[in-house]
């Protein structure tokens, strides 16, 4: 099982469970309500449809909750599953199961399916010292929730936000003239033990900024055969991350070039949704 790390805050995310909610009942779930007696009790599993590694249950388990169902969580985020791996047991009134239902689903195939996008490009690294991490390509109003499912899949988190770390690119260079004017600024203005990270297109461009003294580089939308050789120049002196372009065929590649992290938008922004079922127990007929 990948260690996801800690579950954000609550409060970062509870909020967005609750607009969720809202915005699916609206005045309330006319169908069930229209079926089914308030008294009516009822239960179901959540299953897996095809093999995939799990992220967010404890959010897919605060939507239960606000409905007043009961949800028993049968996995860990983090964990790989089969097809037809049953990720939680719900019970309650049916109309509460039944609205909480698809919320619940809608959550659990997003962050599942980030989750599962990460593993596959974890895996497809392994043996090599890269890491994968991800990029603030996100969904608004879920980055803690998607970065987390990152976790999840065996994957690291670039910065949070623009608050949170330096990242010099193009258009700042280009605003300022140059690379050693940029990492001069950044040192002198940034809030105090902020590391500076520079992107650069070219093997001149790392050697300056290398000697600005940036503490890290974004090579980015390099061939495997340039960035080896920004690589090679660097020599360890400051980490590497290869970004631009890499899907999962090349990132294997991109690896192979000894870079430290190697930096990819498609794990939040093109991560395909997992399928995932809520399947109802049907009483005995016995």
Known sequence: M???????????????????????????????????????????TVVARHALVVAGLPIAQLVFERCF??????????????????????SGAATAILTAERTALNFLQRLCGVATHTAQFAHAVEGTRARICDTRKTTPGWRVLEKY??????????????????????????????????????????PFGLRVQ????????????????????LADNQTPEALAEIVRWIAGRVPVEATGGVT?????AYAETGVDRISIGSLTHSAPAADL?????LPSTN
């Not at 996801?4 to 169908?31: F, H, K, M, N, Q």
């Open 2 to 44: 990948r260690t996801a790390g800690a579950l954000p805050p609550l409060e970062c995310w509870e909020w967005l469970v609750d607009a969720a909610l809202r915005e699916d009942i609206g005045s309330g779930d006319a169908t069930s309500l229209a079926l089914l007696s308030p008294s009516e009790l009822g239960q179901a």
């Open 69 to 90: 169902v009961r949800a028993e969580l049968c996995v860990e985020d983090g964990e790989q599953v089969e097809a037809g791996a049953v990720l939680a047991r719900v």
């Open 149 to 190: 499912a990152v976790r999840c899949g065996g994957g690291v988190n670039h910065r949070m936000g623009l608050y949170d770390g330096v990242l010099i690119k193009d258009n700042h260079i280009a605003s300022v003239g140059s690379i050693k004017c940029a990492v001069s600024r950044a040192r002198e203005n940034a």
């Open 198 to 217: 520079v992107e650069v297109e070219s093997l001149d461009a790392a050697r300056e900024a290398v000697e600005a003294g940036a503490d890290s580089l």
């Open 248 to 252: 999962l065929p090349t990132v294997r």
């Open 277 to 281: 079922s809520l399947e109802w127990d």
